[in-house]
């Protein structure tokens, strides 16, 4: 079975630097699983923030990074700000092009 | 301008069925890949399903034989046929438009509850 690994939960100060990272149980990740991140805050939709490993949406802030840290995927935060506070998921695509899988999530919080 | 519009969720006794609709406006779904995602309370994200525009449709396992993901070109619309549904099944469902291997845009949700 594949799992996705995320941290359950993180904290950072306002104007600290976090990352958050994506693991896969039965490979590295690597640019061809086309890691992509998303924010959700409570109650809304999700929002693509990055994809294909370290590509910004639009409109997304550039204090928002993505890459690749050893084997794992990662969404950096540089100068985190309160209204940064949400849930992040990564999703990975399998190589088959039959399915994706979600991680568990990330509860961010900033204090 | 992009919008995905969810509709059909409710409240369905195990065992029922529904079927739920996304209208898509400003691209063709068609001529993109189309996905479900769902949403448990208080859980994560999930992956459903995905037609493309092949018309090849996958499934996550826990839905195979039970969920039918498809879509209308002239009404431009996307559809998750859900039958036998269970208890776990109650979520939030997201359709999203995906490009390149990650999904751009998403709809808002609509709500399945699935209790006697």
């Known amino acids: 079975q594949t799992v996705v690994t995320q941290e359950p939960s993180v904290s950072v100060s306002p104007g600290g630097t976090v990352t958050l990272t994506c693991a896969l149980n039965?490979?590295?990740?690597?640019?061809?699983?086309?890691p992509s991140w998303y924010q959700q805050t409570p109650g809304q939709a999700p929002r693509t923030l990055i994809h294909?490993?370290?590509i910004r949406s639009s409109g997304v802030p550039d204090r928002f990074s993505g890459s690749i840290l050893g084997n794992k995927a990662a969404l950096t935060i540089t100068g985190a700000q309160a209204d940064d506070e949400s849930d992040y998921y990564c999703?990975?695509?399998?190589?088959?092009?039959?399915?994706?899988?979600f991680g568990g999530g990330t509860k961010l919080t900033v204090l | 301008e992009v919008q995905l519009v969810e509709s059909g969720g409710g409240l369905i006794q195990p065992g029922g069925s529904l079927r739920l609709s996304c209208a898509a406006s400003?691209?063709?779904?068609?001529?993109?890949?189309m996905s479900w995602v769902r949403q448990a309370p208080g859980r994560g994200l999930e992956w459903v399903s995905v037609?493309?525009?092949?018309?090849?449709?996958y499934y996550v396992d826990s839905v195979k034989g039970r969920f039918t993901i498809s879509r209308d070109n002239s009404k431009n619309t996307l559809y998750l046929q859900m039958n036998s549904l269970r208890a776990e099944d109650t979520a939030v469902y997201y359709c999203?438009?995906?490009?390149?291997?990650?999904?751009?845009?998403w709809g808002q949700g609509t709500r399945v509850t699935v209790s006697s």
């Open positions: 999203a438009r995906g490009v390149r291997g990650y999904y751009d845009f």
């Open positions: 400003g691209f063709t779904v068609s001529g993109s890949y």
């Open positions: 037609i493309y525009s092949s018309g090849n449709t």
């Open positions: 039965s490979d590295s990740v690597s640019t061809s699983y086309y």
């Open positions: 294909s490993t370290n």
């Open positions: 999703v990975l695509y399998m190589r088959s092009g039959t399915s994706w899988v």
